[in-house]
């Protein structure tokens, strides 16, 4: 057998020992790997220069708090932004719990290995279903059946039928990679099974869990067909504070993704509309960002 030893000039890359037609392979495999990865780069910050530079001179303290009045010619998205944080919170509040308890469920505790796998086929199918089939479901159930009309909860609802499989599939996928020892030291010190899952379980699969909310989150922001069936486009703002929590589910308005869709297909504005994409790329990476540092906290603790 040939002696292959790193090559100390080039730590990493070309070894000793091979043949020139293997080493000429390695290196255009890596070269394509490289090249590969700048373009992936180069694209994406190519993808952000070019809205930050189309944004940011139209972005002002009026654009992002006011509310928009034709009379008074204001240009305003302070609605959209909030019923978008409306939105993303009341979707999370009942799609963790239920995705996250579901992945328990599946992994720890079903017995049933064909029932386990004919829920995680209709998952993986579920995650890959367009998101108009998702608005038209909305439409017929909670906006017709239930009688929610085009409202906020109605939107959140069709959102958590939306994303579920996502973090369904995340946490499961994130609860078998930890080590069955993990399991059965636990239960041999005495441990019963929820109490095992809840101390040993969850907090070594926090990661999987944390990026399953993220993906959910980048998923119900960017979202506009959807919300254009089940929330409608008012711009209107609407002050859970003073009117009550009960009004949430009477109230309707537009997101940011849908503010989008109207500034750049309805009224061709596109300088605002990319004023809207710069505003979205902000919560969505301070969201994401607090998702992480929750994630690394809880895992600390």
């Not at 694209?43 to 930050?52: A, D, K, P, T």
């Not at 992994?107 to 038209?136: D, H, K, M, Q």
């Not at 960017?222 to 486009?233: I, N, R």
């Amino acid at each position: 057998m040939a002696n292959i030893k790193k090559n100390p000039q080039e730590p990493g890359s070309t070894v000793q020992g091979l043949s020139a037609s293997r080493k000429v392979y390695n290196v255009g495999l890596r070269a394509l790997i490289y090249i590969a990865a700048g373009l992936v780069v180069a694209l994406l910050v190519f993808l952000l220069g070019y809205i930050l530079y189309r944004g940011l001179p139209n972005l002002s303290w009026q654009f992002l708090t006011a509310e928009e009045s034709v009379l008074k010619d204001i240009q305003g998205i302070g609605p959209a932004i909030l019923n978008t944080l409306y939105v993303i919170l009341a979707t999370l509040i009942v799609v963790l719990p239920l995705g996250v308890g579901s992945a328990i469920y599946l992994t720890e505790y079903a017995t049933n290995r064909r029932l386990v796998a004919a829920i995680e086929f209709a998952t993986e199918t579920l995650a890959g279903i367009p998101s108009i089939i998702y608005a038209l479901v909305g439409v017929l159930v909670f906006a017709e059946s239930l009688r929610l009309g085009k409202t906020l909860i109605a939107g959140a609802f069709t959102l958590v039928i939306m994303v579920l499989p996502t973090v369904i599939r995340t946490t499961q996928e994130s609860l078998k990679t930890v080590p069955q020892s993990y399991r059965e030291g636990s239960l041999g010190l005495g441990s019963g099974k929820w109490h095992m899952i809840r101390t040993v379980v969850l907090p070594s699969s926090i990661d999987g869990i944390v990026t399953g909310c993220i993906l959910a989150i980048g998923r119900i922001v960017g979202e506009s067909a959807v919300l254009l069936y089940t929330v409608g486009m008012s711009m209107q703002m609407q002050d859970f504070f003073r009117n009550g929590l009960e009004s949430f589910f009477s109230a309707s308005g537009s997101t940011l993704s849908v503010a989008l869709y109207v500034y750049a297909k309805v009224r061709a504005d596109f300088d605002l509309a990319f004023s809207v994409a710069v505003v979205l790329i902000v919560i969505t990476l301070v969201i994401n960002l607090a998702a992480s540092l929750a994630g690394k906290k809880l895992k600390k603790s």
